[in-house]
């Protein structure tokens, strides 16, 4: 969350939350959601076979999506 914040400093909160509850595919997953000021909100949904993995990846998505959003911006 704080290298979100640092990447994005309008973020005003991050959560993340990890479902440890294996599928079929025996993958866990992360979803992470960022909101910047009351109107943009971000999330990001990764499974992988551990926690650390689908975390960067979801991770990896929030940073494109505030990327793209930060774009706008300019």
Known sequence: AEGLLKFFERLVSVAVVVDLHQDH?????????????????FVATEAANDV????????????QQIKHYKEKLQ
Not at 26 to 40: C, F, L, M, Y
Not at 52 to 63: S, T
């Open 25 to 41: 595919a025996h993958n866990v997953k992360v979803e992470i959601t960022a909101v910047a000021g009351q109107k943009h909100e």
């Open 52 to 63: 650390a993995a689908a975390f960067h990846a979801a991770a990896d998505k929030i940073k």
